[in-house]
């Protein structure tokens, strides 16, 4: 920061990266290999649109935070990823608690 280089937070920079590597563990799940070649195109650019949209929200929550309240982007990241796993949790337990047709009704939000 000192030397006017920004620092971002490896978990946050490497975001794309273990985001993909949950879809290739879905993919490898719920698709034989012969079903994934066969929508490959889509699956990819389905799931480029979301890395990219995923990126650019995380980067501008960050940056605006920044420019707010200061500090570090690497304390920032830490923050929102304890914000979003908290959420996270919470939706969890709440969902628990729903039937599985309204959870149904509810999974194309995620």
Known sequence: DEAGVIIVKDSSANKAGVITSSYEICAA???????????????????????????RMEAELLFREYANFGGSLPQLSKVVSGAVNAATDALTVALESYSEEDREKLLPLF
């Open 29 to 55: 799940m719920l698709l034989s290999e012969e079903e994934f070649y066969q929508n490959k195109p889509q699956i990819v650019s389905e799931v480029l649109d979301k890395l990219h949209e995923y990126a």
